[in-house]
């Protein structure tokens, strides 16, 4: 099972920038999709970026488009999400998870495995 464990989140001001981190462990990075999602209180799980296993496919959901990029590093098994122009909205728990399946959409319900999550707050 592939374990995932996020960090870099913190209190930022608007327009102030984070870098997330995702870094992993178990098994072979390479084989999975993995994607980033932000939650408030109350709310559903969104996705915000996700990318594929072979780095090739990246998605973005539209209120991020421009700011924010994914990227992967293979050899430190971690996977970044880069958040610029950082806005109050964009606060939010933040989870990365990854999928070993080949076919999905950066949303929940394709993804099965889940690290804890870091919280992002944008506040002056």
């Known amino acids: 099972q592939l374990q995932l464990v996020e960090s870099g989140g913190g209190l930022v001001q608007p327009g102030g920038s984070l870098r997330l981190s995702c870094t992993t462990s178990?098994?072979?990075?390479?084989?999975?999709?993995i994607g980033w999602f932000r939650q408030l209180p109350g709310k559903e799980r969104e996705g915000v970026s996700c990318?594929?296993?072979?780095?090739?496919?990246?998605t973005y959901t539209d209120s991020v488009r421009g700011r924010f990029t994914i990227s992967r590093d293979y050899a430190k098994n971690t996977v970044y999400l880069e958040m610029n122009s950082l806005k109050p909205e964009d606060t939010a728990v933040y989870f990365c998870?990854?999928?070993?399946?080949?076919?999905?959409?950066?949303?929940?319900?394709?993804?099965?495995?889940w690290g804890q999550g870091t919280q992002v707050t944008v506040s002056s």
């Open positions: 998870a990854g999928t070993w399946s080949r076919e999905w959409l950066c949303e929940r319900k394709y993804f099965d495995s």
């Open positions: 178990g098994f072979a990075l390479d084989y999975y999709a």
């Open positions: 990318i594929s296993a072979s780095g090739g496919s990246t």
